[in-house]
Each structure stands twice: as structure tokens, then as C-alpha cells.
């Protein structure tokens, strides 16, 4: 029987699966190699590229919110594993997406929503831990595992869309709340200083009144003898009146109230020094 050389190439990134009869002869680098025909063959080429699985899973979590889970797995075949990878599994990537749907699920089912959405990397550290452990014996390198998204469904994100915007609301009440509240201790704060000051002044102005008054008696009983300290008093009080009634006049005022009932002098005196202060 006579044999034929062949030649036959395989491209960068890619090594060949040479097969002689149906069994396995040799791998075959990138490059053009010989193959004696018709007994050798490519059986098949195997990438050493970095390739990406993406899949999609719905899942229950622990308060029996459905989710949607987005998964991206990066992998490499080993070169050294290249037979493994070819031969033991018939489809990597159904292999693969079965793993995926497991450790996804596992992990989800013992979470909450808000949980599963605070623990994606531990979700994603747990699949590559788990995938890498199981896929090296095919040939396979996990470099990556991402759970890319977790989308609950529309009614559970309305609700804690609403849920978020009440207690922003309710924050921004009790913020108000605090401001005004802020607002009325200062005003009140500011009319008891304002009051105390001019309860301090009313009180040295009549300080100042009753010295005047007094400085006055003296002198007024030192000069003319034989008068009292009341008549001096009746006196003054007299001509307060007079000034009150003055001032009234003087005042754009449509009414007068006069006490009816007749008194003495001394007595409408006190009510005009009364009514002046």
C-alpha cells in the first residue's frame, strides 16, 4: 500500500488534533505540518483564546423575590490539557451553564434581595471558586466569573423605587421641621434678649425719674420752708397732669376717657401720673 504526505496548517492561537484510524496521534503547533494520508487526519482545532460564556438565569432569594441574574464567565483552554479539553466533554458550554445555574441559585436562595444585591462579588468570587474547581479536570481555566446584573421584576423595583422616595421625603420633612424649629427658638431667643433690654432701660429710665424727683423735693423744701415733701409731691404730680393733657392734645385722638366719679385733686393728680406712664 502506498502513502501520501499531505500538508495541512493551523492557525496562531490554535492548536491541531490529530487523530491516525480514530485514535489519538498527536497535537499539531500553529503552523504547516505533514500528515500521511489517508490514515492521518485533523480531527479537530482547539482555541487557546480567551473565550466568554454570557448566561442568563431567573432564581428565587430567601424573601421570595424572582430575579433576573446576568453571568459573564471568562475562560482559557489550558494548553497543557488540550486532550481533556477535546475529548472528555462533548459541549463545554452546556457543561458549563449547568454549573452556573447551580452556584447561582445555591447562593441566592440563602440571601435576601438587598443582601444579593450588597454581596455580588462575594457571589462572583464563590462561582469562579467553584467553577475553576470543577472545569480544570476538563482543561479549562475559569479567569473570570461576573455576575454582571440582578434585575428583580418591575413591580419589585416600582415598590422600592417608592420605598426610597418616601423616606427621602421623610427625611427631607424632618429637615425642614428641624430648620424652622431652629428658626423660632433663635426668634424666640431674640425677643427675650430684646425684652430684658428694654425692661433694663424702663427700669433705669424710672431710676433716673425717681433720682430727678428726688434732687428736686430737696432743693424745692430747702428753698421754701414751711412746705412738705407731699406738697412738693402734689405739685409735681400736678404738673405731670398737665403735661399729659398736653401731650393728648396734641396727639391725633378722636376720644378722651374721664373718670366720673368726683375726687379729690390729689387723687385726679395720681390718675393723670398714672396714666402718663
Keep these: 500500500m502506498s502513502f501520501c504526505c499531505c500538508f495541512d496548517t493551523v492557525s496562531t492561537s490554535e492548536v491541531g488534533v490529530i487523530e491516525n484510524c480514530g485514535k489519538f ?28 460564556l454570557k448566561v442568563r438565569l431567573e432564581t428565587k432569594t430567601l ?18 490539557k488540550v486532550y481533556s479539553a477535546f475529548y472528555i466533554l462533548s459541549n463545554q458550554e452546556a457543561q458549563m451553564r449547568a454549573y452556573v445555574f447551580d452556584s447561582i441559585r445555591a447562593s441566592l436562595c ?23 474547581e470543577i472545569m480544570s479536570t476538563y482543561g479549562l481555566l ?22 426610597n422616595a418616601s423616606k427621602r421625603l421623610k427625611e427631607s420633612a424632618f429637615q425642614r421641621a428641624e430648620g424652622e424649629k431652629i428658626l423660632k427658638v433663635k426668634r ?58 398736653h401731650d393728648m392734645g396734641n396727639a391725633n385722638t378722636k376720644c378722651v376717657f374721664l373718670s366720673s366719679d368726683s375726687s379729690s385733686m390729689r387723687t385726679q393728680m395720681m390718675e393723670a401720673k398714672a396714666g402718663s406712664v
Excluded: W
Excluded at 430575579?67 to 483552554?77: L, N
Excluded at 444579593?116 to 464563590?126: A, V
Excluded at 454582571?148 to 422600592?160: F, K
Design 142 to 163: 475559569i479567569l473570570n466569573a461576573l455576575v454582571t446584573d440582578l434585575t428583580p421584576d418591575s413591580r419589585v423595583r416600582d415598590a422600592m423605587n417608592e420605598i
Design 63 to 80: 424573601d421570595n423575590v424572582f430575579v433576573t441574574v446576568d453571568v459573564s464567565v471568562q475562560y482559557q483552554v489550558i494548553r497543557e
Design 25 to 52: 496521534s498527536r497535537l499539531a503547533e500553529a503552523g504547516c505540518f505533514c500528515l500521511s494520508c489517508p490514515f492521518e487526519y485533523v480531527a479537530g482545532r482547539v482555541s487557546l483564546r480567551v473565550q466568554e
Design 110 to 132: 440563602s440571601l435576601t434581595l438587598d443582601h444579593s444585591f450588597e454581596s455580588k462579588e462575594e457571589i462572583s468570587s464563590s462561582l469562579k471558586l467553584h467553577l475553576q
Design 188 to 245: 424666640a431667643e431674640a425677643e427675650m434678649e430684646s425684652m430684658f433690654l428694654s425692661g433694663l432701660g424702663v427700669a433705669r429710665q424710672r431710676k433716673a425719674i425717681m433720682d430727678g424727683l428726688k434732687d428736686s423735693i430737696v432743693e424745692f423744701s430747702s428753698n421754701i420752708h414751711g412746705t412738705t415733701a407731699k406738697d412738693v409731691m402734689d405739685l409735681l404730680v400736678l404738673n405731670q397732669y398737665f403735661d399729659t393733657l
